[in-house]
């Protein structure tokens, strides 16, 4: 049995406010050409680096867990690389370019200033060769900042209302990851920004690993933890291509699960 690839640690944050009908997130597509979900809409996030660990108390202010700091850290810095926002006091917009994040926060005597809330933790299945141990952060933007797609990892940003990127993946207009997806139902049952914030700092947050279990028709479908035949599937493996293969073939609202194979 092949050794399932150890996942990366890294974080994710949904970048919220209150819009004239409702709660809006900042969701961005990936580019087409992008080894891993391309096309699909995501919110900000990336691999926490050395770096993050090493400057989050230093340049993240807000009431935040010291604990989560290097996490909370690397989904600031992946935001401002991906679309231009800093969450500084005040925020702003402005392109990143060719610049490192942390000396252009320094030459500027500049931190990040947030509030952030960790909701949900989401491992990658373990079939998969590029895995992710990501943490799902939450933060309300106040100011009138305008995303700055980096045109590389992202190449459109939108701010959509929840139940519309739901609608949209349904259609298959959207490619949306199953964990994206989730997380889209989660704000949807929110009234606004304070509301889910309120809700996040409830959550008791637990680690979910999905298992992909391919059937007899060679369709495949994730089990999720609690749910029949998850504690079977934990020392079966899949080929890569196999898999892939078997995405591709589903047609409709099923295939938003399955973006990391696309």
């Known amino acids: ?19 004239v009908d409702g709660m809006e997130v900042m969701m961005g597509r990936r580019s087409p050409t992008a080894r891993f979900m ?13 770096a993050d660990r090493e400057r989050a108390a230093s340049l993240v202010q807000g009431n935040n867990p010291p604990s989560q700091l290097p996490w909370i850290l690397a989904a600031l810095r992946e935001t401002v690389e991906e679309a231009g926002v800093w969450l500084t006091e005040p925020p702003r917009s402005e392109a990143l370019g060719d610049r490192d994040v942390y000396d252009a926060l320094e030459a500027a005597g500049e931190t990040f200033v947030a509030e952030v809330r960790y909701f949900a933790n ?9 895995r992710y141990d990501a943490r799902f952060f939450a933060t309300v933007v106040t100011a009138d900042v305008r995303p700055v ?33 989730v997380t889209l139902e989660q704000l949807a049952k929110a009234s606004s920004t304070g509301a889910f914030m309120e809700t996040a700092a409830t959550i008791d947050v637990e680690a979910v690993e999905p298992r992909i279990k391919m059937e007899q028709d060679g369709s495949i479908r994730l089990v999720l ?14 080929d890569f291509d196999e898999l892939a293969a078997a995405a591709r073939r589903l047609q409709g609202p099923g295939r938003r699960r399955f973006a990391e194979l696309e």
């Open 38 to 50: 391309a096309n699909a809409w995501v919110f900000p996030g990336g691999r926490v680096d050395e």
């Open 122 to 130: 989401w491992i990658t299945p373990a079939d998969l060769p590029m």
């Open 225 to 238: 933890p609690g749910e029949p035949e998850y504690d079977e599937l934990a020392d079966l493996r899949y």
């Open 149 to 181: 797609p980096d045109d590389q990892e992202i190449v459109e940003i939108q701010w959509v209302r929840p139940r519309d990127v739901i609608l949209r993946a349904a259609d298959g207009e959207w490619i949306v990851a199953f964990p994206t997806h």
């Open 1 to 19: 049995m092949t050794t399932p690839v150890t996942p990366r640690p890294s974080s994710t944050i949904c970048l919220l406010r209150d819009g």
